[in-house]
């Protein structure tokens, strides 16, 4: 058998799945300015899509901000000072790139976990371990 027939026959095995190439759309904060704070209404929806801890991120996005702020019961966020939108969500997305998305395959199936002051982010899809760079 040649080179390119057995390469043709491996690929009929694998999996439909190994050749997709979807999307992983990280969603918009949506947040509008109140006085001199900014009321992030949709922010657990964030954090749900992505798979991570609220508080995580939020710690994550103030310190990138430096600017103080919490997380309310109803699930929104209130951040003491006025920053606009595409500033909180270029922080989402720098976020996601740090904690979320596998540095060697670059899937977002990943997790977050904690050996003594370090934290590895594991992929569930390529079996990589890497360290993560900043500490929060």
Same mark, same amino acid.
């Given at each position: 058998?040649?080179?390119?027939?057995?390469?043709?026959?491996?690929?009929?095995? #694998?999996?439909?799945?190994?050749?997709? +190439?979807? +999307?992983?759309?990280?969603?918009?904060? #949506?947040?509008?300015?109140?006085? $001199?704070?900014?009321?992030?209404? $949709?922010?657990?929806?964030?954090?749900?899509?992505? +798979?991570?801890?609220?508080?995580?991120?939020?710690?994550?996005?103030?310190?990138?901000?430096?600017?103080?702020?919490? =997380?309310? %019961?109803?699930?929104?966020?209130? =951040?003491?000072? %006025?920053?606009?939108?595409?500033?909180? $969500?270029?922080?989402? +997305?720098?976020?996601?790139? *740090?904690?979320?998305? @596998?540095?060697? @395959?670059?899937?977002?199936?990943?997790?977050?976990?904690? *050996?003594?002051?370090?934290?590895?982010?594991?992929?569930?899809? @390529?079996?990589?371990? $890497?360290?993560?760079?900043? %500490?929060?």
């Amino acid at each position: 058998m040649e080179y390119k027939d057995l390469l043709k026959k491996a690929r009929e095995k #694998l999996p439909k799945s190994a050749f997709e +190439r979807e +999307r992983f759309e990280v969603p918009k904060v #949506l947040g509008h300015i109140q006085g $001199n704070r900014t009321i992030i209404s $949709n922010f657990l929806q964030v954090t749900d899509v992505i +798979r991570r801890e609220p508080k995580h991120m939020l710690k994550y996005i103030l310190r990138e901000l430096a600017t103080p702020g919490e =997380i309310k %019961k109803s699930g929104s966020v209130i =951040i003491g000072t %006025k920053v606009p939108a595409s500033r909180i $969500n270029e922080k989402v +997305r720098k976020y996601v790139d *740090e904690f979320v998305l @596998c540095t060697e @395959c670059g899937k977002p199936d990943t997790k977050l976990e904690k *050996e003594g002051d370090l934290i590895f982010l594991k992929c569930m899809a @390529c079996g990589a371990r $890497n360290p993560v760079k900043s %500490k929060i």
